[in-house]
Every structure is written in C-alpha cells, then in structure tokens.
C-alpha cells in the first residue's frame, strides 16, 4: 500500500462511501441552521432533549466559574475533582451499582475496560453487530476474540462450550447503534452464569432512555451487578453532555483504576461539564415526561411507517432504521429527504455489513408529533421505497 492518498479517496467516492460532515451553524435541537440550509434533523442522539437545556447551560457556566476551565492532570494525578467524585456516585446510585468511574468518552472506557481485564489467555465473546468500539477495545486487549452471529444465543452457547480459558467475557451492545434492537441480557446473563463467564454491556443508547428512571436496560431488565457485573454508559447522548462510565463492583473499580490505560494515562474531563453532567442525569431521572414523550412520538413513527408499508426493523427505541439495501439507494433517499427540508444521512459501509445501507432516523424528545408527520410525509414520496 503506497501513501497515494488522492486514488484512495477517489476510489471511496466511486463506491459511493464518501463521507461529509455538515456544519451546524445553530445548537443541538432539532430544526437547525447548517452552513446552506435549515432543516429538521432526525439523526440527533440527543433523545431526552438535554444538550441545549438552559440549566445545563447554566451549570457548565457556574462550573467553569468555580472550577476553571481544564482539570489540569489525569484523575490520578490531581485532576479528580469533587465534581468528577460527585457525579461518579450519582451514576452508581442511578444505574443501581456500588461504584461508577468516569471516564472521557465511551470509546475510551470501553478500551479501558477489556485492556484491564483481558489479556492473551482470555477470551472475549462479541456479537458481530457490536459498537465498532468494543471491536477495537477486544483487538487491543490481546485476548483471543470468537465473533458469533448477532444475537444467536445457541450460537453462542457452542462457543462457550469450547472453550477453557479462565477468563472468558461476553461483550455486546445493550441497544444495538446502528439496528436500535434491544439484546437479550436476561438469556445473555444465564449463559454466563451457566458457563462461568461474565457479561459486559454497553448501554450508550439505553442510559437515560430504557427503564422507569432513566437507568438503562439494567434497570429494565433489572440486572444487578452479580448478573451483570461490567456496565457501560456514555453522558454524550440521552444525557446531551459528554462523557462516559463503567459501574460495577468495588473491585471491579478498583481495578479500572489501577490498570485501565484510557483511564490513567489521559487528562480528567473538565469538572464544569461534570456539574453539567450531573444535572443532566438529574433532569434525566426526575422529569419521565421526556420519556413518556419519547415512547409515544416512536409508536406514532412506527404506526405510521407501517401504513406505508416502509421497510422499517424491528425496534422500539428511538433508532428506528429504514434498510435501503445499496449505498446508492440509501444517499437517494437521504437527498430526497433533504430536498423536503430534512436531515436524515445515509448509514453505509463498513459503519454497517455491505448491503444492509440505511437511513438512520433516530427521534427525541425535543420532537413533536407534527415534525414526525413531515417525515412521515416526506417518506411517502421517496423514489423506490419499500
Ligand atoms: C456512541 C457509542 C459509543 C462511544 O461513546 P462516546 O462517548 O461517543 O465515545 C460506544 N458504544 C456505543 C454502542 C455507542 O453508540
């Protein structure tokens, strides 16, 4: 491979992969100003409405008043503050866990995580439509690495039964990011249990959405930490600030703390935005409208998708993925959401397995029924639907 990085770039926009960026001129909410036009956008993770709420505002201002701007060090050196401390045992609290660690983003704690907790002899179990994080997290952590189907617990099973390391780790996506499907941790849980392996979620997408309060599928599927010892969460998302966590138990943090590299050897998050964050998790706890709101705007999508006969996946949160098959077919659709003043971008390859392109719509709670109706309409006249 030479460094011709021009026929490299040329090759990937023939296959139609090329990527853009769009650039925001307004904050996160769902209509909003880009560089060349004002659209509604249905591909936000911010689906409890958060990341522009005036009081996360106002607590990352009071935090930087107080705090300064940058931690300054690694949490092992002096950049743990009482803010970071604070917001870890919110998270354990909200998440039902003895502890939680911070850690800088989701991508970070999950390479964290396997890379203390896996070495050669071990063996990690992934579900082929896993974050492509947990992918790299299982590579760097040396540890011999079994794919199986996505969600094929059978599947699973045989390859727990053929192997014999002593630490053996099933990782997999709570809610799948690119399908929205929810896994089966309780049957995942058993198979662990029944093979003396241990299971590790990562919940970026079920924190703050799934379960009464907020807390995720542990608290839907209510895991506690023997039956799901390891627990990812990410603050990015449902809670619109930045920011991840592991929970779990006192030696499973302890551990982290000693051993997980993404983590030691890496600069503290700014306290301010852990003020934020708190909040954050908060108005994410107390006010259930949002989720409320949240679950019926995705049965209104879904009823309505249905009656027009869309080729949705089967999902109930709010990644809602309607499967265009090619690139081409996926961008077509997307460009002709765009040309209707909507912001919905095709999801292709290697982001997804080749020909399963797709439009990624993903709703919130700063929706409302009338902006899902424009989709819904917008949807009914897309070239070669269904
Ligand atoms: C977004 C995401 C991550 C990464 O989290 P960041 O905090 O954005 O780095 C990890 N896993 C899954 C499943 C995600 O969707």
Same mark, same amino acid.
């Given at each position: 491979?030479?460094?011709?990085?021009?026929?490299?770039?040329?090759?990937?926009?023939?296959?139609?992969?090329?990527?853009?960026?769009?650039?925001?001129?307004?904050?996160?909410?769902?209509?909003?100003?880009?560089?060349?036009?004002?659209?509604?956008?249905?591909?936000?993770?911010?689906?409890?409405?958060?990341?522009?709420?005036?009081?996360?505002?106002?607590?990352?201002?009071?935090?930087?008043?107080?705090?300064?701007?940058?931690?300054?060090?690694?949490?092992?050196?002096?950049?743990?503050?009482?803010?970071?401390?604070?917001?870890?045992?919110?998270?354990?609290?909200?998440?039902?866990?003895?502890?939680?660690?911070?850690?800088?983003?989701?991508?970070?704690?999950?390479?964290?995580?396997?890379? @203390? %907790?896996?070495?050669?002899? *071990?063996? +990690?179990?992934?579900?082929?439509?896993?974050?492509?994080? /947990? &992918?790299?997290? !299982? $590579?760097?952590?040396?540890?011999?690495?079994?794919?199986?189907?996505?969600?094929?617990?059978?599947?699973?099973?045989?390859?727990?039964?053929?192997?014999?390391?002593?630490?053996?780790?099933?990782?997999?996506?709570?809610?799948?990011?690119?399908?929205?499907?929810?896994?089966?941790?309780?049957?995942?849980?058993?198979?662990?249990?029944?093979?003396?392996?241990?299971?590790?979620?990562?919940?970026?997408?079920?924190?703050?959405?799934?379960?009464?309060?907020?807390?995720?599928?542990?608290?839907?599927?209510?895991?506690?930490?023997?039956?799901?010892?390891?627990?990812?969460?990410?603050?990015?998302? @449902? %809670?619109?600030?930045?920011? *991840?966590? +592991?929970?779990?138990?006192e030696a499973l943090i302890e551990? /982290? &703390?000693?051993? !997980? $590299?993404?983590?030691?050897?890496?600069?503290?998050?700014?306290?301010?935005?852990?003020?934020?964050?708190?909040?954050?998790?908060?108005?994410?706890?107390?006010?259930?409208?949002?989720?409320?709101?949240?679950?019926?705007?995705?049965?209104?999508?879904?009823?309505?998708?249905?009656?027009?006969?869309?080729?949705?996946?089967?999902?109930?949160?709010?990644?809602?993925?309607?499967?265009?098959?090619?690139?081409?077919?996926?961008?077509?659709?997307?460009?002709?959401?765009?040309?209707?003043?909507l912001l919905v971008p095709a999801?292709?390859?290697?982001?997804?397995?080749?020909?399963?392109?797709?439009?990624?719509?993903?709703?919130?709670? *700063?929706?409302?029924?009338?902006?899902?109706?424009?989709?819904?309409?917008?949807l009914e006249s897309m070239p070669?639907?269904?």
């Amino acid at each position: 491979m030479s460094f011709d990085l021009r026929a490299g770039l040329a090759a990937r926009e023939a296959a139609l992969l090329y990527r853009r960026r769009q650039m925001a001129c307004s904050a996160q909410q769902p209509q909003r100003q880009f560089a060349d036009a004002d659209l509604l956008t249905f591909c936000s993770n911010d689906y409890l409405g958060l990341a522009n709420h005036p009081a996360l505002a106002a607590a990352l201002a009071r935090g930087a008043e107080r705090w300064g701007v940058g931690a300054g060090a690694s949490h092992l050196l002096a950049g743990h503050s009482h803010a970071h401390h604070a917001l870890e045992e919110e998270l354990a609290a909200a998440v039902g866990r003895p502890r939680a660690l911070l850690f800088s983003t989701g991508y970070m704690a999950n390479l964290g995580v396997l890379g @203390a %907790l896996l070495d050669r002899d *071990a063996r +990690v179990f992934s579900d082929d439509l896993n974050h492509a994080s /947990l &992918i790299d997290a !299982a $590579r760097l952590s040396r540890a011999h690495v079994e794919r199986y189907a996505h969600v094929d617990l059978p599947g699973l099973e045989r390859l727990l039964q053929g192997s014999e390391a002593a630490r053996r780790l099933i990782v997999t996506d709570a809610v799948f990011s690119m399908d929205g499907d929810i896994a089966p941790l309780p049957q995942l849980s058993a198979l662990a249990a029944r093979h003396g392996a241990w299971l590790m979620a990562d919940d970026a997408h079920g924190f703050g959405v799934l379960g009464a309060h907020g807390g995720g599928s542990a608290e839907l599927f209510k895991l506690d930490v023997d039956a799901l010892p390891v627990l990812m969460g990410t603050l990015g998302k @449902a %809670l619109g600030c930045f920011g *991840a966590f +592991v929970a779990g138990s006192e030696a499973l943090i302890e551990t /982290l &703390i000693q051993q !997980a $590299r993404s983590y030691i050897y890496t600069t503290a998050m700014p306290p301010a935005l852990a003020e934020a964050a708190r909040v954050a998790l908060r108005l994410a706890r107390e006010e259930s409208w949002r989720r409320d709101k949240l679950t019926s705007l995705i049965a209104h999508f879904c009823r309505g998708a249905r009656q027009l006969g869309l080729p949705l996946l089967a999902s109930r949160t709010p990644i809602q993925p309607l499967l265009a098959g090619s690139a081409e077919r996926a961008l077509a659709w997307s460009e002709h959401l765009r040309a209707h003043g909507l912001l919905v971008p095709a999801v292709r390859p290697p982001t997804v397995p080749a020909g399963t392109a797709r439009l990624r719509i993903v709703l919130s709670a *700063a929706h409302d029924e009338a902006q899902v109706d424009r989709l819904l309409l917008a949807l009914e006249s897309m070239p070669g639907r269904g």
